[in-house]
């Protein structure tokens, strides 16, 4: 056991290790959110810690005649996993984007605009501080003056 198995092994721990830690976080904050993005990046780092435990704990020499589909599998995974990376960090980039645009707000009644905090972005009422005009922050809305409550 020389050196270039020793760092094998290393790099291989290190990868594992990595992807749990991964997974540890990732896990709650889809909780949270129910964000596809995380949910696809979190399938990756799965079919990761996948071929990192087969190819580790069964070496392909020990296999003999059913390498073909071995081998097979592995490919397989590794195509999904290349593929389940970039459409998560997509989703998640695109959800990111939304939020960006939905942080700016213009009063509807007195004109003037203000850049909020994802915390006041997430309220569904914002009071303009100029003209105390409430206003829906909501995505339905749109970010429209509320109105007096009518009357049924």
Same mark, same amino acid.
């Given at each position: 056991?020389?050196?270039?198995?020793?760092?094998?092994? /290393? /790099?291989?721990?290190?990868?594992?290790?990595?992807?749990?830690?991964?997974?540890?976080?990732?896990?709650?904050?889809?909780?949270?959110?129910?964000?596809?993005?995380? /949910?696809?990046?979190?399938?990756?780092?799965?079919?990761?810690?996948?071929?990192?435990?087969?190819?580790?704990?069964?070496?392909?020499?020990?296999?003999?005649?059913?390498?073909?589909?071995?081998?097979?599998?592995?490919?397989?995974?590794?195509?999904?996993?290349?593929?389940?990376?970039?459409?998560?960090?997509?989703?998640?980039?695109?959800?990111?984007?939304?939020?960006?645009?939905?942080?700016?707000?213009?009063?509807?009644?007195?004109?003037?605009?203000?850049?909020?905090?994802?915390?006041?972005?997430?309220?569904?009422?914002?009071?303009?501080?100029?003209?105390?005009?409430?206003?829906?922050?909501?995505?339905?809305?749109?970010?429209?003056?509320?109105?007096? /409550?009518?009357?049924?």
């Amino acid at each position: 056991m020389g050196l270039p198995h020793f760092l094998y092994n /290393a /790099a291989v721990t290190a990868q594992i290790a990595g992807a749990v830690i991964v997974l540890y976080y990732l896990y709650p904050a889809y909780k949270r959110t129910k964000n596809k993005g995380l /949910a696809c990046i979190g399938f990756g780092y799965m079919l990761a810690l996948f071929l990192k435990f087969f190819s580790f704990l069964i070496p392909s020499k020990s296999l003999g005649s059913s390498y073909y589909w071995y081998y097979n599998l592995i490919q397989l995974v590794f195509i999904a996993e290349l593929v389940a990376f970039p459409v998560g960090f997509i989703l998640l980039l695109r959800s990111w984007m939304r939020l960006e645009a939905a942080l700016t707000l213009t009063c509807p009644k007195c004109g003037t605009g203000w850049e909020l905090t994802s915390r006041e972005a997430a309220q569904p009422l914002f009071i303009c501080p100029q003209c105390d005009t409430p206003i829906d922050t909501g995505k339905e809305t749109g970010g429209r003056e509320l109105g007096p /409550a009518k009357e049924k």
